[in-house]
């Protein structure tokens, strides 16, 4: 009787200890897994963060290149009314100082 039972728990613990190896090979398929998709989404994201930053740089340079375009513009447009008024009180200086000449009042 005595046997019997020592004979159930060693058909116990054998089972148990292959239930334990069973369990062991699946949690280290299962990380295996999870390694594995951690290492996919981890290169998606890198790869979406460098697209990302690409497409960021793009729209900054071109961005810049639209203000320099504009602010080039606003400049040429300033600069022909400065040289355009600058050349209209040259001319008022110059015809009120040929005026003072010719009637001796300089």
């Known amino acids: 009787m005595i046997e019997e039972i020592l004979s159930e728990i060693k058909t116990a613990e054998k089972s148990a200890a292959q239930v334990v190896a069973k369990a062991e090979e699946r949690a280290e398929q299962i990380r295996a897994a999870a390694d594995e998709q951690c290492a996919a989404v981890e290169q998606k994201a890198r790869a ?42 040259a001319l008022r200086i110059a015809d009120e100082l040929f005026r003072r000449i010719t009637n001796g009042d300089c």
Do not use: F, I, P, Q
């Open 48 to 89: 979406d963060a460098k697209n990302y930053r690409e497409t960021a740089v793009a729209e900054a340079e071109k961005s810049a290149a639209e203000k320099r375009g504009e602010y080039a513009a606003e400049t040429r447009k300033l600069c022909a009314g400065l040289k355009k008024d600058y050349r209209a009180a």
